[in-house]
């Protein structure tokens, strides 16, 4: 039985290790700090229908609702399958409709067209002089629970999971990875860690990891911020009508209400200043849709970086697709035996880590077939049985 080690312990690492684990590979992963500590529990919890991307970024809509239809039968229980909205406040958003609806037909998104007054009786609190909106099934998800799944069905099926063991350098041989060096932070202790295959599923630290190799990822960390007020101002998510851009969404959250997000670009994660203004931005422009947002209480505010792929070609960080890719480290620098997965959402984490795991087996001489689209997953609370 091959062993695959996983450095990462976020989304992408949680369903990673329950694809390859249902493959019937062995699966050791290890975490610096506490599962789902990074940006996987940072996110806003939308569960993407991809309509905010249908026009711009075609790809990765179609990514975001084929992801969403299995993530409703897989793991229901971590998802409020309450739809969004995408409504129109202007005659710009008007002159939009056309096209988004049109891109949303050929990605795949359903869409339902409402008028404004059909709109305010199902959400109230919205601008009362709305001009239209548009229905797709976007979906709110725990961002912590969802990928608990993941863990607890990789965990029953034999997967290895190391939290607070921080990966500190890499064992090579003969132009091959064949072990990590492994910092436990509880104890203080360093011991090496062996294994046929290492995957790199750190998110926006996955540069650092390749760093410790001695190569590069086409990384580009994207921070934004997110402002939670103190109340459930609607039941769907609400989006603007217009071109992908800064305090556009909101996700109702049990009773918080999640506003966001803006985008800057950032060389290290671990060093991100929150800009004093983006607040004041978000709430302002999120008050646009839902006029209670610039009266409500703020209840938290934090930033999360995403781990976008590098495209020079973009002049504006909202240009730079969502979509992802993995990387065989032996045909990209001839290092053999690693792999890196970068770029993504929280709603394509299933994907990417079929995508990894496919790799996974064509370079071990494998052919099995991924299960993950099918296999439902066990609760989160199985994590700790």
């Known amino acids: 039985m091959e062993q695959i080690?996983?450095?990462?312990?976020?989304?992408?690492?949680?369903?990673?290790?329950?694809?390859?684990?249902?493959?019937?590979?062995?699966?050791?992963?290890?975490?610096?700090g506490e599962l789902l500590s990074g940006a996987t529990g940072r996110h806003h919890g939308l569960l993407h229908s991809g309509g905010r991307y249908a026009v711009d970024d075609p790809a990765a809509a179609k990514e975001c609702i084929r992801e969403n239809k299995i993530l409703r039968r897989i793991t229901p229980e971590a998802i409020e399958q309450n739809d969004?909205?995408?409504?129109?406040?202007?005659?710009?958003?008007m002159d939009y409709r056309p096209l988004f609806l049109e891109q949303c037909g050929q990605?795949?998104?359903?869409?339902?067209?409402?008028?404004?007054?059909?709109?305010?009786?199902?959400?109230?609190?919205?601008?009362?002089d709305l001009k239209a909106a548009i229905r797709v099934p976007d979906a709110t998800l725990d961002a912590w629970r969802l990928p608990l799944y993941?863990?607890?069905?990789?965990?029953?099926?034999?997967?290895?999971?190391?939290?607070?063991?921080?990966?500190?350098?890499?064992?090579?041989?003969?132009?091959?990875?064949?072990?990590?060096?492994?910092?436990?932070?509880?104890?203080?202790?360093?011991?090496?860690?062996?294994?046929d295959l290492f995957v790199n599923a750190c998110g926006a630290w996955?540069?650092?990891?390749?760093?410790?190799?001695?190569?590069?990822?086409?990384?580009?960390?994207?921070?934004?911020?997110?402002?939670?007020?103190?109340?459930?101002?609607?039941?769907?998510?609400?989006?603007?009508?217009?071109?992908?851009?800064?305090?556009?969404?909101i996700v109702p959250q049990r009773e918080l209400s999640?506003?966001?997000?803006?985008?800057?670009?950032?060389?290290?994660?671990?060093?991100?200043?929150?800009?004093?203004?983006?607040?004041?931005?978000?709430?302002?422009?999120?008050a646009?849709?839902?006029?209670?947002?610039?009266?409500?209480?703020?209840?938290?505010?934090?930033?999360?970086?995403?781990?976008?792929?590098?495209?020079?070609q973009a002049t504006e960080p909202q240009q730079i697709s969502r979509t992802f890719d993995c990387y065989d480290h032996k045909q990209k620098d001839n290092l053999e035996g690693l792999v890196s997965i970068i770029g993504g959402k929280a709603t394509t984490l299933r994907a990417m880590a079929e995508k990894t795991a496919d790799l996974i087996c064509r370079k071990t001489g494998r052919n099995i077939a991924c299960k993950t689209k099918t296999e439902k997953l066990l609760h989160y609370r199985h994590f700790y049985k």
């Open 5 to 32: 080690v996983i450095i990462g312990g976020g989304g992408t690492g949680a369903a990673l290790a329950h694809d390859l684990a249902l493959r019937g590979f062995g699966v050791s992963l290890f975490e610096r």
């Open 84 to 93: 969004g909205l995408f409504v129109a406040l202007d005659d710009s958003d």
């Open 107 to 128: 990605c795949g998104i359903p869409t339902e067209e409402l008028t404004s007054t059909q709109v305010l009786a199902i959400e109230p609190a919205l601008h009362p």
């Open 150 to 195: 993941f863990f607890a069905s990789a965990k029953a099926n034999g997967a290895r999971i190391h939290n607070f063991s921080q990966v500190i350098g890499f064992h090579k041989s003969d132009g091959a990875v064949t072990g990590v060096r492994i910092f436990d932070h509880r104890t203080e202790r360093e011991y090496d860690a062996q294994g």
């Open 206 to 249: 996955a540069d650092k990891i390749c760093a410790l190799a001695g190569i590069q990822l086409p990384l580009q960390p994207g921070p934004g911020v997110m402002v939670a007020v103190n109340a459930r101002l609607t039941n769907m998510v609400i989006n603007r009508l217009n071109q992908a851009g800064e305090g556009d969404i």
């Open 258 to 286: 999640v506003l966001g997000t803006t985008l800057w670009l950032a060389k290290d994660p671990d060093r991100i200043e929150l800009p004093s203004d983006h607040v004041q931005k978000i709430r302002k422009l999120c």
């Open 288 to 312: 646009q849709m839902v006029p209670a947002v610039k009266e409500t209480a703020i209840h938290s505010v934090w930033c999360a970086s995403r781990p976008l792929i590098e495209q020079k």
